[in-house]
């Protein structure tokens, strides 16, 4: 790595880091990005090479690892359709504990910040159409007309956001991806239904 990009990783971190220390001691609506490059020890046009905004910090790279998550279940060689999404859960938990400061200020700072909320919200709809379409492509089935493809997407969608709940309430000191993990294998007994009825091409009643 050259030293200009290794520079800018570094400052990159430290705007990153001294955001975290004021949104955290002030609140986020306090906080100015000419104090947050002040704090990073850098000019604020270098605060603006690195992000548009200083909402950008709190989704630093979030969008991007879950679609990575979303490559991830179209690589899956499961057999399953629950195997596959499991798997898919499994690289949202990584993409999070992979960044824990940001996610755990971001969450508790959503109910609170209508913008950050309104972001979150856009970022979490846009990963559950991926979802759908993947899934639709995996039941052979179209989204347009078959609820089952979303219907899954949503089911672990939530399955992983309560187990991100209970991970942050805790002050992300858990183990993420056990609770997800977990929380995922509550789901499994939908996930397999739904493929059931798909494999048989109706809508089979469970229970």
């Known amino acids: 790595m050259d030293q200009r990009r290794a520079r800018g990783l570094r400052n990159r971190q430290a705007l990153i880091h001294a955001a975290i220390e004021l949104f955290t001691t002030q609140g986020y609506d306090a906080t ?6 002040a704090a990073a020890g850098v000019a604020s046009r270098t605060f603006f090479h690195h992000f548009a905004t200083k909402d950008d910090i709190l989704f630093d790279g979030y ?5 990575e998550a979303t490559g991830r279940f179209r690589a899956s060689r499961s057999n399953s359709l629950w195997g596959a999404l499991a798997e898919t859960s499994s690289a ?21 910040v209508p913008a950050l909320r309104a972001t979150m919200l856009r970022i979490n709809e846009d990963w559950i159409d991926q979802l759908t379409a993947e899934v639709a492509r995996w039941l052979d089935s179209d989204m347009g007309t078959d ?24 002050g992300g000191q858990g183990d993420l991806a056990e609770l997800m993990a977990e ?3 509550l789901v499994r007994p939908s996930i397999v239904a739904i493929e059931r009825t798909a494999a048989i091409g109706g809508t089979e009643r469970v229970g």
């Open 183 to 185: 929380s995922v294998e």
């Open 63 to 67: 969008a991007e690892r879950l679609q």
């Open 147 to 170: 609820l089952r493809p979303r219907l899954t997407a949503t089911l672990i969608n939530g399955a992983n956001r309560a187990a991100i709940d209970v991970w942050v309430a805790g």
């Open 92 to 112: 949202v938990a990584v993409a999070i504990a992979d960044q824990p400061e940001i996610f755990v200020v971001r969450a508790r700072m959503y109910h609170s």
């Open 32 to 37: 100015t990005i000419e104090q947050i490059s």
